[in-house]
């Protein structure tokens, strides 16, 4: 190892400060993760990566704060998700139906990120199109997780978001930009050890990400700590004319907010949320976050969230119909990838065919029947109906309480193949996590503790529509708490 | 209520037609329903193309507003509800020249409800049409398929231009009240400046349902006519398809409900695709919008810009100028021919205005086939014109003589008809002397006619005419008239 891979056990917040301090430059740090990277194929965390971009970048960096001119990111180098469209860098949203596709135009979100001065790696590993929860959907191949047990079976890192997750627990990076659709980044960070944290719809700009379920996918962050979370939000939140269901609200400074004095916070938890076959540790481990929480002053309240068992069946019909049409304009026709076809309607055949891989095939059809004459009602209304009555749970519930405290996932991360086998166990990690998305709401999974195999586990808080602040600041104490300082081992690195 | 000649005879008896119409019409504005992208008509292939328009991955629609409020002004001119409260949805179907794989339109709650318009039929009578709807929706690009011997291209410029698609109730009953309908709503959208009706480039179109019928008894199954773009075509199209329905029915057969194509150059109708083979489209709430809503200050502003539409002008044209309702609904089926008309009747005899601008100017329009803003002669000079005549400068003989010299290509086009008057020495002899001469040369030279004329006064007449020829037409004809009947010892009659 190099002196220089040192830099990159720093958390966001500790490089941004040594480099205003001057103790190293955004080039050294850059490059000590290019060196990872590099080393990291065994892990197909990065499935585009771009070195010479992030050195030009790191570069320009170093001149502004040699300048004394930095921006509230300058010289960070973090991954992206290969869901948001990055100008003159090859985005396919992990599917071959967009082949080469290269955009000429760059993610409000990642805008946000390089005009505060943060500065990219390359692209991210995802389930395609972000349909799934363990990254094994991608056209790039599944991502591996950083973490084993003993016998070195290949878990997943959970998904869509795993490249994100995998490249932060590998510390390929300092933070990701990850997306959530049904637990997305939530999960992925729970299976992985890290931070993820989904903020209320609304609260940052779609234009230019690739679309799943437009009422649904939600951008967020992915980092070590709830500290590199909020300096992260930041930067990607605020209004976007382009986007007319982002919140024309101010963005505050997210870090600011973490006071670690959550005295009086009145924490809610969802007895619904304790469902069968939940393994005992995820169990023990809840309890110990109610109790972490009751220490730091907080106060623990029992609620209900009586339409919770509905959650999951909505959302598959739900993200399924959305994502029916907004995968329609992958035809073969402007961009992508085309297969030739004996006539129009063939051409469609074969291109779509060949280009969506099983699981996007298989919730393109789910979708586009809960649409179709004389199903619509039965099912895509009915979906719109259970999906109100969950929204007033959660308002229902917020009278007696501020956040909510609940597991992040079922289970801790489980091997490659074993969910691809049956859709319906792989859809049942989100169980947790749908309702939030369903609802609108912001939630955070953070890194609570192993299991007993000595994979991580995460405990997810839930706030208010826009209550980012309050939620940031009651993660922080339970991270804080929680003291989760375990790292995988390096059996991936080559270098 | 349907009239008795609007009825066509069949071999079992008489039928009714049933006509609805749903017309696309072009919203006029700079940008697209959900783009910035220009819409100017007739530009290079694929050079008005936003990355929302053509649906790169990750684009998003943003409605604009512009197009929004000429929605509202439409509705409002159509006298019909408002919705505060609107929906957009997507239409999903596969096509090339579709790029998002669906249209975004408006399907369950539209931004305008019910609304009524009056149109105009021969002989003066006037029928009220019940609007049912009016909503906003994008447009297709269009499939050229004669550019290359195997391939197909698309050209995306008009991919997601501003549509109102206006659907009327089934109460139109003749091809005639159909046509009439739609020349109607044409003039009301151009009044209000919300499409500019102009059918030969696509910014006018319509979908023509129709079903027959025998008085009294249930609507028929009803045939859509797709697309079809001009009001002439409506005609045609309606009478064939009721027709062709008649005989189907006649023949014992049924009438399938399907989708049918008009073929201009054989004037025929033919199947496009059966219900069974309609699409599923799958319709739902675009998650990418909001629903749209507005207040009802902004509708109350647009209210206050709304300009004086065609048939209150008609109203004061014919209580304010006393025109008749032809001559008064003529002059106002286009604003531009209305405003030509009053600038033209300023401080003048309106009716004799009117009778200049509809007799000469727009009958020379027409043949010349021109319209009002290309016209040689300016309105101002029309107004001179009838001035020349009523303070009996030129007769209305010569009038129409000059007019033709300002409208007619040549060195006098465009010209101020005083002065080709005085250049050309056209003015009226009043002179008394010169007019007796006149008269007393033809009568001198044709006695056996003054014979004639004492026996039988009418044939004062010729030699009335006769003057006016020997004078050029330059003689006043009362004067001449008068001295005629004086010299033949005619009483006047």
């Known amino acids: ?495 | 209520m349907t009239e008795k000649t609007n009825l066509i005879a069949g071999v079992t008896g008489d039928w009714e037609i049933v006509i609805g119409l749903e017309v696309h019409a072009q919203v006029t504005s700079d940008a697209k329903l959900f783009s910035g992208a220009a819409t100017t008509f007739g530009a290079e292939p694929n050079t008005q193309v936003s990355l929302v328009d053509a649906a790169m991955p990750g684009m998003l629609p943003v409605i604009n507003w512009k197009c929004v409020e000429q929605a509202v002004r439409t509705g409002l001119g159509l006298k019909a509800q408002i919705n505060r409260y609107s929906v957009f949805d997507r239409k999903n179907y596969f096509y090339p020249d579709l790029p998002q794989g669906y249209q975004i339109s408006q399907y369950l709650q539209p931004i305008v409800g019910e609304g009524e318009i009056e149109i105009d039929l021969e002989g003066g009578a006037v029928k009220t049409v019940g609007i049912e709807r009016l909503h906003l929706e994008q447009d297709a690009g269009k499939s050229l398929h004669d550019q290359h011997p195997d391939l197909s291209f698309v050209d995306l410029n008009r991919s997601g231009v501003a549509l109102m698609e206006i659907v009327s109730r089934p109460d139109m009953h003749s091809a005639g009240e159909a046509q009439a309908y739609v020349k109607k709503l044409r003039a009301i959208l151009r009044y209000l400046g919300t499409c500019d009706g102009n059918m030969e480039q696509g910014s006018m179109r319509a979908d023509v349902n129709v079903s027959v019928r025998k008085p009294g008894d249930e609507l028929g199954t009803r045939c859509e006519i797709k697309n079809v773009n001009s009001i002439r075509f409506i005609g045609q199209a309606i009478e064939h398809e009721a027709r062709r329905q008649i005989d189907v029915i006649e023949d014992g057969g049924k009438i399938n409900q399907e989708t049918r194509l008009f073929d201009p150059k054989r004037g025929e109708t033919r199947s496009m695709r059966s219900k069974e083979e309609a699409h599923d489209y799958r319709y739902f709430p675009d998650p990418d919008l909001l629903p749209l809503t507005f207040s009802a200050e902004f509708v109350d502003d647009i209210a206050r810009t709304l300009p004086e539409l065609p048939d209150d002008k008609k109203k004061r044209f014919m209580d304010d100028y006393g025109l008749s309702a032809y001559d008064a609904g003529v002059l106002v089926s286009e604003a531009e021919n209305a405003d030509f008309f009053e600038l033209a009747a300023k401080g003048r005899d309106a009716k004799a205005t009117a009778n200049m601008v509809i007799g000469s100017v727009f009958a020379g329009l027409n043949k010349a086939g021109l319209t009002i803003a290309d016209s040689p002669v300016q309105a101002e000079q029309v107004g001179q014109l009838v001035d020349l005549i009523s303070d009996q400068t030129i007769s209305s003989r010569i009038a129409k003589d000059v007019f033709d010299l300002m409208f007619d290509e040549g060195s006098d086009q465009g010209r101020d008809p005083s002065d080709i008057v005085e250049e050309k020495g056209l003015k009226q002899v009043t002179d008394t002397g010169a007019i007796e001469a006149a008269v007393d040369a033809v009568i001198a030279a044709n006695p056996d006619k003054v014979e004639q004329a004492k026996a039988k006064p009418k044939m004062a007449g010729w030699f009335v005419g006769q003057v006016m020829q020997s004078t050029g037409g330059k003689a006043n004809p009362q004067a001449v008239n008068q001295l005629v009947l004086a010299k033949l010892g005619i009483e006047d009659q």
């Open chain 1, 1 to 495: 190892m190099t002196q220089d891979s040192d830099l990159t056990r720093l958390t966001l917040a500790q490089a941004r400060d040594g480099l205003r301090a001057k103790s190293f430059s955004a080039q050294e740090l850059t490059r000590s993760f290019i060196d990872r990277v590099a080393a990291s194929d065994k892990l197909n965390a990065y499935i585009l990566a771009t070195p010479e971009l992030a050195l030009e970048a790191a570069t320009r960096s170093d001149k502004r704060l040699a300048d004394g001119d930095a921006r509230p990111l300058e010289g960070l180098p973090i991954g992206v998700k290969d869901l948001f469209c990055t100008s003159g860098v090859r985005t396919t949203a992990c599917s071959d139906i967009l082949g080469d596709f290269t955009p000429t135009y760059e993610s409000k979100v990642t805008e946000n990120l390089w005009q505060d001065g943060a500065l990219m790696l390359g692209k991210l590993n995802n389930d395609e199109f972000a349909m799934g929860s363990s990254n094994e959907t991608s056209a790039f191949g599944p991502c591996i997780n950083p973490w084993q047990t003993d016998d070195k079976t290949p878990l997943v890192p959970g998904g869509s978001s795993g490249g994100s997750s995998a490249a932060v627990a590998a510390r390929l990076g300092l933070a990701a930009t990850a997306t959530d659709t049904g637990g997305s980044i939530r999960q992925p960070a729970a299976l992985t050890g890290t931070v993820g944290l989904k903020p209320t719809y609304g609260r940052c700009s779609r234009w230019g990400i690739v679309a799943f379920a437009s009422s649904l996918d939600q951008a967020g962050p992915i980092a070590r700590t709830v500290r590199d979370s909020a300096i992260m939000l930041t930067s990607m939140a605020g209004h976007d004319a382009r986007d007319t269901t982002s919140a024309d609200i101010s963005v505050p400074d997210f870090e600011a907010a973490l006071t670690g004095d959550i005295r009086g916070l009145r924490v809610g938890v969802p007895q619904e949320y304790r469902v069968d076959a939940m393994p005992s540790e995820i169990e023990t481990l809840w309890q110990q976050g109610m109790d972490w929480m009751r220490d730091a002053g907080a106060e623990i309240v029992d609620v209900s969230l009586p339409h919770t068992k509905y959650a999951l069946p909505a959302y598959y019909i739900i993200a399924p119909a959305e994502a029916s049409s907004n995968l329609a304009r992958y035809d073969g026709v402007r961009y992508g990838a085309r297969k030739p076809g004996a006539d129009i309607d063939d051409m469609y055949a074969q291109t779509r065919g060949a280009g969506f891989g099983e699981e996007v095939q298989r919730r393109l059809l789910i979708g586009t029947y809960a649409l179709s004459a004389g199903y619509y009602d039965a099912y895509y209304l009915k979906a719109l109906q259970v999906r109100r009555l969950i929204a007033q749970d959660f308002e229902k519930a917020y009278e007696k309480c501020d956040v909510l405290l609940t597991p992040t996932t079922p289970s801790a991360a489980f091997a490659l193949d074993k969910a691809q086998a049956d859709p319906l166990e792989m859809y049942l990690n989100d169980v947790f996590t749908v309702t939030v998305n369903l609802a609108g709401l912001p939630g955070i999974s953070v890194p609570a503790g192993l299991d007993a195999n000595g994979l991580p586990l995460g405990l997810q808080l839930i706030g208010k529509a826009f209550g980012e602040e309050e939620l940031l600041r009651a993660a922080e104490v339970l991270e804080t708490a929680a003291g989760f300082s375990s790292e995988p081992t390096e059996w991936w690195n080559a270098s």
